[in-house]
C-alpha cells in the first residue's frame, strides 16, 4: 500500500515528451502528403505528359535524314519537257558536329576542299540549332573533285555526309526563263513565312512565273530515313524510312517551236513577244529580252558578278516585259473602232476627212505623215492608220462610251493569267482619274488623244494580245492561261455583245493593212493570208531623250485564226511597220512552216 502511494504521491515524475500532443497526427499527415504529392506528380508525368517526354527521349535516340522531293516536272502542250530534275551529289552536316572537339579540324578541312568560308558553314548549323534532328546541307552540286577529296580524308571528318539531291533543271535555259521562272533556296524571311506550311532550312521554292505560281502542285513531299543514334549521335542503325513523295506534273499550253521562234526573232531587242490561241486564250509563247539563265539560281554557290548581272543588271533582265504596262498606241484603234459603230453615232459606211492637224480645246492634234490621206471609211483609216480619221471619232463618241469599251476589251484589270503578282493591271484614264491627278474634269481632248492609244493610257502587250484575239474569234474576250485543260472552250471567253457588222469592220480594216496599208511586209505567201494592225507608242528614256516604243499584232489565217501574236518593241526608236512587224513575220513563217510543211514556202515574184 505504501508503495503504491509513493508510485501516486512522491514517486518520480515522467518526462517523455514524443508521441504526446499532436505530434504524432502530423507526422502521419506528412508522409501522407508527401506521398499524395509524389503519386500524383507520377500520375502526370505518366498519363498527361508520358507522350511528349517519351517524344523528348525518342528525339534525343531518333535522327531523322531528310530526303528532299522531285519537283513535278513540266512539260509544253506536246508533251516535250521543259522543267525536270537532276541529281547532283550534296554535302551534310549533323548540327551537333561543329559542337565538338573535332571541329577545330573539320571546319576548316571543308572550308579547304569546298571553298566555303568556315563562318559561313557555322552560322548554317547555328540556324537549325544543335539539338536539330535533321542533317542540315552546306553544299549542292559539288564536283567529283570534291567528292574524291572529302572521302580521301573521311577518317578526320566525322559527321560529314554526302548525299543525292534533287536539283531543278531547265534543259532551254534563257528560252522559258521569263515564263516557268526559277526556284531558289528560302531566304530568312520566307522560312520563317513558310513555316507553318512545312517548309526547312535549305528548301527550295519557286520565285517567280509557273514555279511560283504552281508551287503547291509541284513541290511534293519531303521524306527520309528515321536513324537510330547513340549517346555522341553517331547512328547505329536505320528504324524505317518514308519515300518522298513527287510533285505533280504538269502539261502548259506553251509550245516549245513557237516559244523559241520568238525568243529567236526578238534579236537581242529589249522588248517581248506573246502568242495566243484565239479560240481558247492559252499561251502558246511568251517571250522578254533581256532574260537570265534560271540554271544559275539551282547552284549552291554562285558568283556575285551573276546574281548581279541578274538582280540589278542593266534593263532589268528579271523584269517579264509582257506582264509590264506601256501605251498601246495605234493598236488601240481596234477599240476605238469599237466604241464608235457599237455607240450608234457611226455606220460601217462612214466616211470622213482626214486632215494634217485638228484642234481640239486649244490644242493641236496631228497626223503622223503630217498631211492627212483625204477621205477614208473605217478599213481605209486603220488600212493607213490615220489619227486624224480616230481623234473624230473618239471625240464623238467621248470619254464615256470610250472608256466603257476600253474596258470591256479587257483593259485597265488584270486578264486573269495565272501571275497575278507579276501582272499590271494597265491604266484606263476616266473623269475620276483627271480630276485626281490634273484637278480638271475630262475634256474632249482627252478623248482624241485616247482614241489612238496615246495619253495616260496603259496596257501589257498580254491584254494587246487578248485585244487582237476579239477580232479573231468573232468578238469573244479570251482568258490567257498557261494550264493544258480539255475544258469547252467557253469556260476561256466572253462574248462582248458586239454586233457582226462592227466585228466585219474591224476584220476588214485589219486585213487591209496587211494586204495595202502599214503592215504589207506581212503580204508574203510564206504565210497564209494574215491580218493585223502597227502602233508606235511616243516615249522618252529616263535621261529624257526620245525613243519610241514599237507596236505590231497580227493573227492568221485570217479566215480561221489559229495563232495571235504580238511584238513590242522597248524604246525601239523606229515604228511598229519596221521593228515590231518582222518580229511577227518570223514566227508565222516558223508556226506555219512546221505544221504545214510545203505549204506556204512559195518563192516571192521577183520584181521586174
Not at 66 to 77: A, M, V
Not at 410 to 426: H, L, N, Y
Amino acid at each position: 500500500m505504501s508503495l503504491l502511494q509513493s508510485s501516486l504521491y512522491g514517486g518520480k515524475k515522467d518526462t517523455r515528451t514524443v508521441g504526446k500532443g499532436f505530434q504524432s497526427v502530423f507526422l502521419v499527415l506528412f508522409t501522407l502528403t508527401v506521398t499524395t504529392g509524389i503519386t500524383c506528380r507520377l500520375v502526370y508525368l505518366q498519363i498527361f505528359e508520358g507522350k511528349n517526354l517519351r517524344e523528348r527521349a525518342e528525339a534525343n535516340r531518333i535522327r531523322i535524314i531528310p530526303k528532299q522531293p522531285e519537283r513535278g516536272n513540266i512539260f509544253d502542250r506536246n508533251g516535250k519537257l521543259l522543267a525536270t530534275t537532276r541529281y547532283p551529289h550534296s554535302v551534310y552536316l549533323w548540327p551537333m558536329a561543329h559542337k565538338t572537339a573535332s571541329w577545330s579540324l573539320v571546319g576548316p578541312r571543308l572550308e579547304a576542299i569546298l571553298k566555303i568560308p568556315q563562318e559561313e558553314i557555322s552560322k548554317q548549323l547555328e540556324e537549325a540549332g544543335p539539338n536539330s534532328s535533321s542533317l542540315v546541307r552546306i553544299a549542292r552540286d559539288i564536283s567529283i573533285e570534291q567528292i574524291t577529296a572529302l572521302k580521301e580524308y573521311a577518317s578526320e571528318l566525322k559527321n560529314v555526309e554526302i548525299h543525292r539531291d534533287a536539283v531543278r533543271f531547265y534543259p532551254h535555259g534563257k528560252h522559258f526563263a521569263h515564263v516557268l521562272g526559277y526556284t531558289r533556296e528560302l531566304t530568312a524571311e520566307q522560312l520563317k513565312e513558310k513555316k507553318k506550311e512545312g517548309y526547312r532550312l535549305g528548301d527550295v521554292i519557286g520565285q517567280k512565273g509557273v514555279e511560283k505560281a504552281f508551287e503547291k502542285n509541284l513541290r511534293g513531299e519531303w521524306g527520309g530515313q528515321r536513324v537510330e543514334v547513340d549517346g555522341k549521335g553517331r547512328p547505329l542503325r536505320v528504324l524505317g524510312e518514308k519515300q518522298a513523295k513527287a510533285g505533280n506534273d504538269i502539261k502548259l499550253t506553251l509550245d516549245l517551236d513557237v516559244q523559241k521562234a520568238a525568243s529567236k526573232a526578238l534579236k537581242g531587242r529589249n522588248g517581248t513577244i506573246v502568242a495566243l490561241d484565239p479560240k481558247t486564250g492559252g499561251v502558246l509563247a511568251m517571250v522578254s529580252y533581256p532574260t537570265f539563265d534560271p540554271n544559275v539560281f539551282t547552284k549552291q554557290r554562285v558568283k556575285a558578278k551573276e546574281i548581279l548581272n541578274i538582280l540589278r543588271g542593266r534593263n532589268n533582265p528579271l523584269l517579264n516585259r509582257a506582264l509590264r504596262a506601256y501605251p498601246p498606241a495605234s493598236t488601240f484603234k481596234i477599240v476605238t473602232t469599237a466604241a464608235g459603230l457599237e455607240s450608234g453615232k457611226y455606220s460601217p459606211r462612214t466616211v470622213l476627212p482626214t486632215y494634217g492637224s485638228l484642234t481640239f480645246g486649244g490644242h493641236r492634234f496631228g497626223e503622223w505623215n503630217h498631211r492627212g490621206f483625204g477621205p477614208l471609211g473605217f478599213t481605209g483609216a486603220m488600212a493607213w492608220s490615220s489619227d486624224t480619221f480616230f481623234y473624230q471619232v473618239g471625240a464623238r463618241v467621248g470619254g464615256t462610251t470610250l472608256v466603257d469599251w476600253t474596258r470591256k476589251f479587257g483593259f485597265g484589270k488584270r486578264t486573269g493569267f495565272e501571275f497575278r503578282a507579276e501582272e499590271s493591271r494597265g491604266l484606263v484614264p476616266d473623269n475620276d482619274y483627271q480630276l485626281k491627278t490634273w484637278k480638271r474634269p475630262w475634256t474632249v481632248g482627252d478623248s482624241a488623244n485616247m482614241s489612238i492609244g496615246q495619253g495616260a493610257l496603259l496596257a501589257t502587250p498580254l491584254q494587246v494580245a487578248v485585244m487582237f484575239a476579239i477580232p479573231a474569234n468573232d468578238g469573244y474576250r479570251v482568258q490567257p492561261h498557261l494550264i493544258e485543260d480539255k475544258a469547252q472552250i467557253e469556260k476561256w471567253r466572253t462574248s462582248l455583245g458586239m454586233k457582226p457588222s462592227t466585228v466585219k469592220v474591224i476584220r476588214d480594216g485589219l486585213r487591209q493593212v496587211v494586204t495595202k496599208g502599214t503592215g504589207t511586209i506581212l503580204n508574203k505567201p510564206i504565210i497564209p493570208a494574215t491580218a493585223g494592225k502597227s502602233g508606235t507608242a511616243e516615249a522618252w528614256k529616263p535621261n529624257r531623250v526620245k525613243a519610241n516604243h514599237a507596236w505590231f499584232g497580227a493573227y492568221a489565217p485570217y479566215n480561221k485564226p489559229e495563232i495571235v501574236v504580238v511584238a513590242f518593241g522597248e524604246h525601239a526608236g523606229g515604228g511598229g511597220s519596221k521593228i515590231a512587224a518582222p518580229m511577227v513575220l518570223e514566227v508565222l513563217k516558223d508556226y506555219f512552216g512546221r505544221k504545214y510543211p510545203n505549204k506556204y514556202n512559195k518563192p516571192e515574184a521577183k520584181k521586174s
